[in-house]
């Protein structure tokens, strides 16, 4: 009976090893309870080591709705996390304002808030999340918000953390040996367009460049017309027809970009582009055109023409494609790729905040160039 017993311990002890090893040597697996190697989350942000990471369920607060989603885009509770495949997954959302106390972090949508909350805890860290520009959204940054934030979620890339308009993947099955005939495409620039007047001043720029090339223009600012419910259908119209896309941002804000870029990667025709962003950065390789690498609006109308004429030139505009680089503009993705970041920072103890003590200067002084265009039309017209 006693040698039956001690088999019996000599074998809890050697299994019981056996799973401490385990532990040990797969605690970047464990340690969150959800680490899947499959996982399609593309952060470029290194994680917390094992070691430096708390233990328990963080509580992330969403004071107000994010563009009136009340869940952030992103989903309540913990299962988001999991969903997304956050490296770090334990946290948990809520929308509930009396868990405020407890909550480890505040997210706070500034174009839209009302009744800044209090700070009862200094060790709190609260949010500022923004993916538009401020020159659009003139009520945003109130005095109460000086000294107020302690991280920021936002397309900057000077931010905490980085929100991408597109989500970028890479699946070799998406790969394309794309061959176009530009001489198929009977027209030549498209562009689709709603706002007709500007802070970028995008208008003048296409106002000049079709003196020397043809424009059509789809929209509220243009003759022609294409229904937004169907929008499948129009942007496969457009690659068949045109061989450029004019991709203007409205603002031209430092690392600001939107779908006015990614919608026509995604098909086989060639952005035009004009923004703040620094598209070798947020493009694929030698994908776009970029209008302020020509002297004038006429030095882009004969390029224009050039690559119409020329197939190899043209197509040099698709090599990208055969990597498979693909991209996601999925609204809840690159919400997802925030949060992740986010729950990682608040597991994170060595993770050291930034001090916004005037997070207006920050945010809004030189961010945003109002005067680009005419620098660049007195430029040309002081050339012609």
Request: glycine share 4%.
């Amino acid at each position: 009976m006693l040698s039956a017993a001690k088999n019996i311990w000599i074998a809890v002890l050697v299994y019981g090893s056996i799973v401490v090893g385990f532990l040990v040597n797969n605690w970047n697996v464990i340690i969150d309870g959800n680490r899947d190697t499959t996982s399609n989350h593309s952060l470029s942000t290194e994680y917390a080591n094992p070691e430096d990471v708390t233990l328990g369920n963080k509580v992330i607060l969403f004071w107000n709705a994010f563009f009136y989603d009340e869940d952030f885009r992103f989903g309540f509770g913990r299962e988001p996390f999991v969903k997304y495949g956050c490296p770090v997954s334990r946290c948990e959302t809520t929308s509930d304002k009396r868990v405020m106390r407890e909550a480890d972090a505040i997210l706070i949508h500034t174009p839209l808030v009302e009744n800044m909350p209090s700070r009862p805890r200094v060790h709190q860290t609260y949010v500022m999340v923004q993916v538009e520009p401020h020159m659009s959204n003139s009520d945003i940054l109130l005095p109460a918000m000086t000294g107020y934030f302690n991280l920021t979620m936002t397309y900057r890339q000077d931010s905490d953390i980085v929100i991408h308009y597109a989500h970028r993947k890479r699946n070799i099955a998406f790969a394309e040996l794309v061959d176009v005939d530009p001489g198929d495409r009977p027209k030549s620039v498209v562009w689709v367009v709603s706002h007709c007047e500007t802070p970028s001043r995008r208008e003048l720029y296409a106002e000049e460049l079709k003196r020397f090339i043809d424009v059509d223009v789809y929209g509220d600012c243009g003759s022609l017309r294409c229904p937004k419910k169907n929008n499948t259908y129009c942007r496969a119209m457009y690659e068949r027809t045109y061989r450029f896309y004019l991709s203007f941002e409205n603002d031209i804000c430092a690392d600001y970009v939107s779908e006015k870029l990614y919608h026509p990667l995604r098909y086989k025709i060639v952005p035009i582009v004009y923004g703040g962003a620094d598209y070798d950065n947020v493009a694929p390789p030698h994908s776009v055109i970029n209008i302020v690498d020509f002297p004038n609006p006429k030095d882009l109308a004969d390029y224009l023409r050039y690559l119409a004429r020329n197939r190899t030139a043209y197509n040099e505009y698709f090599k990208w494609k055969r990597t498979g680089t693909w991209f996601d503009l999925n609204p809840r993705q690159r919400i997802a790729d925030g949060m992740c970041r986010l729950c990682d920072i608040l597991h994170d103890k060595n993770y050291e905040y930034r001090d916004y003590t005037n997070i207006r200067n920050w945010w809004v002084d030189g961010s945003c160039n109002q005067t680009a265009m005419d620098n660049m039309i007195s430029n040309w017209k002081h050339r012609s």
